[in-house]
């Protein structure tokens, strides 16, 4: 019974969350039905294990969820993000629209700015620049998804993601684990989804198939309450703050608008491999600081710190086009807290999970899988990301149950944590890309467009292409450890 009850509760999530119910709700009262076919006390089950997974979540990562969405807010109103996505399409031309458009996407989301921030305002971009260079909008989805999911959130070294998070207090690691590996992940991942949307874009040309017919997109589409539960599940900005603050039409100098994002990189980089590296934090393993080590902080407070002082060079650069700077700053905070809390419940609910006796057979069964700990750790991140909607609430799931386990595992076999980390990052990043993922869902409506017609494309850059990277990372990190 225990281990039907954990396939009904999961069950549960997954089609009441795809029919719009709230996750807040959800989780839990689907852990306590997979508890209770286990015949566990369900009081315990929610107010310790549930809520003291939950709430282990937030202490660790809220920081970055509340500077990641304010920097995005700022950059937003500021003009930032359109005159970086504007100064690429203008420098690459008209003949390479697609490749503008991916660049674009991936340069504002590498440099911090929240998913759903760059969303509004790469589609309006790519669907101008497509409509001019007569190439299909079905195609816009699929761009966008290669430039701001894939290679920007999980592969590419020193990315800001929270998925790029998640395994550092597990592994002891910094945003720059395994940097050799994933560069050529991402290198993988860029060209496996240029090629086919070139290809695409070609085949479109040869049937003279055009832009197409647009139909009017709705003008509330952030505000859409069953887009807006999806999408704060999967990623870490609440659409419905996008309407807020005050957005200037000011024209922005590019290199005021390309120094925070240059801010975030450089300064992550600094605190991870030179600052914190020198400093004495034996206190931290004193009681009252949690007995922690600098492993276990070091990664998030480098990605804290870049974020910080990101927001202050956005503020500074752009000043006179931040007007109504407390509304901004305030959108930005409350635009944090619904996807922190979201994923903080499917955390919530995996920890009751993986509570209950009949979990050690969906252990043994994920640890028993042929190839060794890299390639049962990126099954099971790929199978909890696609039930859940979400890499991050995957992720973190799977690193709960079996984080330990695995560091056990690489010790065993002498494979650095570094390599475990972009694995599992990676591996994240794959089938969370599923019809169901909040961001599939609100890409497709903000750009007016429906599964049937842009799906596949989707599934090729956003899919195909990771998991061919991932299985490259798997081989080459076997074959040649972690670099």
């Known amino acids: 019974m225990g281990l039907l009850g954990i396939l009904v509760g999961l069950g549960l999530l997954v089609c009441l969350a795809f029919r719009g119910w709230s996750v807040l709700l959800l989780a839990p009262l689907c852990a306590l039905v997979a508890a209770a076919f286990g015949g566990e006390p369900l009081l315990a089950n929610w107010t310790q294990t549930f809520m003291g997974s939950a709430s282990e979540f937030l202490a660790q990562f809220f920081p970055i ?3 990641g969405a304010v920097f995005g807010k700022l950059m937003d109103d500021s003009g930032a993000v359109a005159a970086v996505a504007g100064f690429i399409s203008r420098c690459l031309g008209e003949r390479r629209i697609i490749l503008a458009v991916v660049l674009a996407g991936a340069l504002v989301t590498y440099g911090g700015v929240s998913l759903f921030v760059a ?3 790469i589609v309006p971009m790519a669907q101008s620049l497509f409509r001019t260079a007569g190439i299909p909008r079905r195609l816009v989805p699929a761009a966008v998804i290669l430039g701001t999911s894939t290679f920007t959130m999980s592969a590419l070294p020193g990315t800001p993601s929270i998925q790029n998070a998640i395994p550092m207090p597990f592994f002891g690691t910094t945003p720059f684990a395994a940097p050799g590996l994933g560069a050529v992940a991402s290198i993988i991942m860029l060209g496996v989804g240029l090629w086919w949307l070139l290809r695409a874009e070609k085949a479109a040309r040869r049937a003279k198939e055009g832009y197409g017919d647009e139909p009017p997109v709705p003008e509330d ?5 069953l887009l807006r539960e999806r999408a704060t599940t999967a990623r870490e900005f609440d659409p419905a703050e996008l309407r807020h603050g005050y957005h200037s039409d000011a024209a922005v100098p590019i290199f005021n608008a390309l120094l925070p994002l240059i801010v975030v990189v450089a300064v992550n980089l600094v605190m991870s491999l030179v600052v914190l590296p020198r400093l004495d934090f034996s206190f931290l393993a004193e009681q009252r600081w949690g ?3 600098l492993a276990a902080v070091a990664g998030v407070w480098s990605v804290v710190v870049a974020l910080a002082g990101a927001i202050v060079t956005v503020i500074l650069c752009n000043w006179t086009r931040l007007p109504a700077l407390r509304r901004t700053v305030d ?4 635009a944090s807290v619904l996807p922190a809390l979201s994923v903080a419940s499917l955390v919530g609910f995996g920890a009751v999970i993986a509570s209950l006796p009949a979990f050690g057979v969906v252990r043994d069964w994920v640890l028993r899988i042929e190839g060794g700990p890299l390639v049962s750790l990126a099954v099971a991140t790929n199978i909890l990301a696609a039930l859940t909607g979400s890499a991050s609430g995957g992720l973190t799931i799977a690193l709960d149950a079996l984080g330990r ?4 595992l690489a010790a065993e076999a002498g494979i650095d944590p570094g390599l475990l980390h972009r694995v599992a990052v990676i591996g994240s990043g794959t089938l969370d890309i599923l ?3 909040g961001a599939v869902v609100s890409l497709l409506a ?4 429906k599964h049937r017609e842009s799906y596949l494309d989707i599934v090729m850059v956003g899919i195909v292409s990771s998991v061919i990277a991932l299985a490259a990372v798997i081989a080459i990190g076997t074959a040649f450890g972690s670099f």
């Open 65 to 67: 969820f509340l500077l």
């Open 119 to 121: 969303f509004f305002v």
């Open 221 to 225: 589409a952030a505000d859409d309450e």
């Open 291 to 293: 007995n922690t080590s």
């Open 331 to 334: 959108a930005g905070a409350n």
């Open 405 to 408: 386990t695995y560091m056990d």
């Open 435 to 437: 019809p169901h993922n």
């Open 446 to 449: 903000i750009c007016g467009l």
